[in-house]
Structures are given as structure tokens and as C-alpha cells.
């Protein structure tokens, strides 16, 4: 190869290299500007609060006392039960639906239970009429033991058939109301008003006698069953009140102590207290089986308070986030004594660490970090009237 070629491909190669060199700095260059631009703004980026985001440390009165929990059960619920053997007809209720006391769910194939009825009706109309011929026979000796054509033991005899045929008669009617009894059992009726919890047939099954059929529930009034120690329960006393949360929900609903069992429980001396929640108004969504928990109130005191969930517990000093000057601000607290709002609110907690009225996120909001700009899309309802804009915290 001539040497004007060779230099001629290592200038190419060379200049080469140099333009790849000089396009991976400047995509290098171009992605490191881009980060930049997309931190900047992230960081100009103010995160939306909505007015429910927020909740302002106050001083409250709240209800301390002793926490509890337990599942909710409607204090009256009863099965449907077949108290006759044979073929489920006509059952058409599910579970959910509503049914009134003494309202037809279901009946059992009635023609075997007809047929008895029957045959009983017929076996007392036999011994009725056996009564008569006994009847006339008793008569004719009697007038025959008077007239002295007979000795009495003959009368003494006919007195004994007419009393075993009197018998033999009463034995058949009974024998018609136990029919009759069947028969009627064949119809299902709901022993209380309620909703249906489980339907645990179906229609065209034999059941037999005592089989469940449907499990109805009355949620009008529902109870819950907390364990507490045999110190706790030496202050607890029917009428007291308690805050319950159900679980997975923000729901609370005001619970009042109906009665004690007296006796503690065998192996943990724990005492059984049963708390009444009244839901006639149907309008909580409170069913059989969610878990409850709260603070039955021994005692009242006026604290500085901010919600429970408000205190964040992800660093090593437990700290609730604040709004100040439109960012976010990390404030460390101390956490005081935990209660209820006596005007029934969420649980609270007392704080050390901050001032009153100093704007707190809510737990609900997550974790956001120290120095994040926030606006409100809508002043909350303790704002200043006069605010001028729903994004200074100031104003609130």
C-alpha cells in the first residue's frame, strides 16, 4: 500500500474518533441540562392541598380513658330453621335483602304433612263414633241395671268402654294438633325484622328437621365486646361513652356502655364489657363483624391536640409536618396523652412542639419533604374571609 493511503486512513480514522468523542460530550451535556431543567422545576412545582388536607392544632377538650377494640355484632340476629323434614320450596330471599317479622321466606313440600292431617281427622271421627255405640250401649244397661233385668257388674263394664272410647277420642285430637302442628311448621316465617346474612340453602333441597335456612340480622342496634383488664374495668361503669374508629375507614360512631359481666374470664381474669351503638338510622354502614377500635372516656382534659395520624414516626424523633410560608416545614413534637374529641371527633393526641393554630397535615397526605411549596385549591372553612389568596398560609 502506498503511504499516501495509509495516512490518508489514519487521518480518517482520527477524525473519526474526535466527531464521536465530541457527539457523546454534548449528549452528555445536553442530558445533564435536561436534569437540571426537570429539577428546577420539580422544585418551582407547588403541591395541590385540598382544604381536608389540613387541620389547625388547637387546644380541645378531650376524652381520655382506656383503649379498646372488637369486632361489632348485632345484639339480635336468629336463624330460619326447617322444623319439619322435606323438599324447600319457594325461597327466595339472598343475602342483603330486608325481611319483616313474621314474613313467609320459605315453605316445605306440605302433601305428606296434608295427608296426615287427614288420616288423623279421620282416626278421631272412628272414635267418635265408637263413643256413640258405647254411649247407647251404656244407656240401655243402665235402664236395664234399674228395671233389675241386670246385675251391675254389667253396667260397671259398659262404664269402662265408655270411658276407654271417651279416651281413645281425646287421643286422636291430639293426634290431629300435632298433625295439624307439622303442617303448619312446613311455612318458614323470619322471626325478627332484619336483613338476610346468609342464605345456607337452596329451594328444591331436602332439609331436614333443624336445618339452618337463612341467618337474619338486625343492625338497627349493634354491640361490641371488649376484653379489658381487671384494673381497667374497676373504673368503667354503664352510661360511660367511648369513641370507636372502624377499621379501614376514617368512620367513627359513639358507643355507650350497656352492661358488665360480672364475672371475670377464666385463665386471663380478663372482664367482658359490652358497649351499645345505636343504629336504627341505618344511614352509618355499620355491618356485623368489622373491627372496632377507640378510647373509652374515664377522664376529660383541655390540651393542645392535632390528630393522631398527623404524627409521622418515619425518623427517629416523631414530628408532625407543618405549613409556613407556603412550604413545608418538619416540626419535631412530643406526644402527650391520647383521647376523643368529646364533641366526636377523630382520636387526638397532645403535642408539645407547637403553637396554636399552626397549620398541620393530615396523615392521609403521605410524606412530603422539608421545603416543598404547597397552595390550596380551596381556602379551608376556619380561613381568614378576607384572604386574599387560598395559597398563603398565612391567611389561614
Do not use: C
Amino acid at each position: 500500500m502506498k503511504p499516501w493511503m495509509k495516512w490518508s486512513l489514519t487521518g480518517l480514522v482520527v477524525l473519526l474518533l474526535a466527531a464521536a468523542v465530541f457527539g457523546a460530550l454534548s449528549a452528555r451535556r445536553a442530558q445533564q441540562q435536561s436534569l437540571t431543567a426537570t429539577s428546577t422545576a420539580r422544585a418551582q412545582t407547588a403541591v395541590e392541598l385540598a382544604a381536608s388536607d389540613v387541620v389547625q392544632a388547637k387546644t380541645r377538650e378531650i376524652s381520655q380513658g382506656l383503649a379498646l377494640s372488637g369486632p361489632l355484632k348485632a345484639i339480635n340476629s336468629a336463624y330460619v330453621k326447617a322444623r319439619v323434614a322435606g323438599e324447600l320450596q319457594g325461597l327466595t330471599a339472598r343475602e342483603g335483602d330486608t325481611v319483616k317479622a313474621g314474613q313467609v321466606v320459605a315453605r316445605v313440600e306440605a302433601s305428606e304433612y296434608q295427608a296426615r292431617v287427614m288420616q288423623a281427622e279421620q282416626q278421631a271421627d272412628a272414635a267418635r263414633a265408637q263413643i256413640d255405640i258405647v254411649q247407647r250401649q251404656f244407656d240401655n244397661n243402665q235402664a236395664l241395671v234399674n228395671q233389675g233385668f241386670i246385675s251391675k257388674t254389667a253396667l260397671d263394664a259398659s262404664q269402662a268402654s265408655l270411658n276407654a272410647g271417651k279416651a281413645n277420642h281425646n287421643a286422636a285430637l291430639a293426634a290431629v294438633a300435632v298433625a295439624k302442628k307439622s303442617l303448619d311448621d312446613t311455612v318458614l316465617r323470619a322471626p325478627l325484622s332484619g336483613q338476610v346474612a346468609q342464605r345456607l340453602a337452596q329451594p328444591g333441597e331436602r332439609v331436614g328437621v333443624d336445618a339452618r335456612v337463612l341467618e337474619i340480622v338486625d343492625l338497627s342496634r349493634l354491640e361490641l365486646e371488649a376484653s379489658l383488664s381487671a384494673a381497667d374495668a374497676v373504673s368503667v361503669r354503664p352510661g360511660q361513652t367511648a369513641t370507636l374508629q372502624i377499621e379501614g375507614t376514617t368512620q367513627t360512631v359513639t358507643a355507650t356502655v350497656a352492661r358488665i359481666n360480672p364475672s371475670a374470664q377464666a385463665g386471663s381474669r380478663s372482664v367482658l364489657v359490652y358497649l351499645s351503638i345505636d343504629n336504627s338510622a341505618g344511614t352509618s354502614g355499620l355491618r356485623q363483624g368489622l373491627f372496632a377500635q377507640g378510647t373509652l372516656g374515664t377522664a376529660r382534659a383541655a390540651v393542645l391536640t392535632v390528630p393522631v395520624s398527623a404524627v409521622r414516626t418515619d425518623k427517629p424523633a416523631p414530628y408532625v409536618q407543618v405549613v409556613e410560608n407556603n412550604q413545608i416545614v418538619h416540626k419535631p413534637v412530643e406526644p402527650g396523652v391520647r383521647g376523643s374529641d368529646v364533641s366526636g371527633g377523630e382520636p387526638m393526641v397532645a403535642i408539645k412542639g407547637l403553637v396554636e393554630n399552626a397549620v398541620v397535615l393530615r396523615g392521609a397526605v403521605g410524606s412530603l419533604r422539608e421545603g416543598t411549596a404547597v397552595k390550596f385549591t380551596q381556602a379551608p372553612a376556619w380561613a381568614a374571609p378576607a384572604t386574599p389568596s387560598a395559597s398563603s398560609p398565612k391567611a389561614l
